[in-house]
């Protein structure tokens, strides 16, 4: 069973556009939400998080919004570049641990 | 710093045959995290070791699969006998308190 869910398989956006990427997750007892940006044949990257005891957190053009009754959270780019086409993976952190659960990912695409 | 380092970074092997994938975390960090990214499940946790100690190991998949961690700064995945549906590409990572992960550039693995 997949505890984290990223049901966008792609998504494409017009440059300059704001893109945004969704989560939804199942275990309520994740206290730690991250977001990774991956390139082709690179590993993926550390970009953005937010603890379970906030509902927003901003980093330049990156922001992370979590609902926790939802069991979701999204990632706004704004404005989109070409240089954020990449697969994006959403990962929570269980309590108590350091077990990191990732989704999917989404694949952005961001037109020129 | 170097960066977690993963070899190979690809391996092509028949089915049947024994396959070790490598990996040296960042010095300092005492999280080692083993993942493989596949279409359909996204980044799959298969183990994660604490101070060279497993600590989960609910991921592996088969008993073919076993992972070591011998010292700080070495793990191995072993597959034993690889099988086509092991084609994946696996990631280490590592990490320390309040540290996001960090993960090696892959390593892809081509069973025939």
């Known amino acids: 069973d997949q505890q984290v869910k990223q049901n966008s398989p792609s998504l494409s956006v017009q440059e300059g556009r704001i893109s945004i990427l969704n989560c939804d997750y199942t275990?309520?007892?994740?206290?730690?939400f991250l977001w990774y940006k991956k390139y082709p044949a690179e590993g993926p990257t550390f970009l953005i998080s937010?603890?379970?005891?906030?509902d927003k957190n901003e980093d330049g053009r990156f922001t992370v919004f979590l609902n926790k009754s939802a069991k979701h959270l999204s990632l706004h780019i704004v404005p989109s570049q070409p240089g954020d086409s990449a697969v994006y993976f959403c990962?929570?952190?269980?309590?108590?641990?350091?077990?990191?659960?990732f989704g999917t990912g989404t694949r952005l695409k961001v037109l020129a | 710093d170097a960066g977690v380092i993963q070899s190979p970074r690809h391996e092509v092997t028949e089915m049947g045959q024994e396959v070790t994938l490598r990996c040296k975390p960042i010095?300092?960090?005492?999280?080692l995290f083993w993942y493989r990214q596949t279409m359909m499940r996204g980044l799959e946790l298969l183990i994660y070791?604490?101070?060279?100690?497993?600590?989960?190991d609910s991921g592996m998949p088969e008993d073919r699969f076993s992972a070591k961690m011998p010292n700080a700064s070495f793990s191995t995945l072993k597959i034993q006998p690889s099988e086509p549906r092991d084609s994946a590409v696996y990631f280490c990572?590592?990490?320390?308190?309040?540290?996001?992960?960090?993960f090696g550039n892959g390593t892809r693995l081509t069973v025939t």
């Open positions: 990572a590592s990490t320390t308190l309040a540290v996001p992960l960090h």
């Open positions: 275990n309520s007892m994740f206290d730690y």
């Open positions: 937010i603890s379970s005891i906030k």
């Open positions: 990962a929570a952190k269980d309590s108590g641990t350091y077990k990191y659960i």
């Open positions: 010095s300092g960090h005492d999280y």
């Open positions: 070791f604490n101070n060279n100690v497993p600590i989960d």
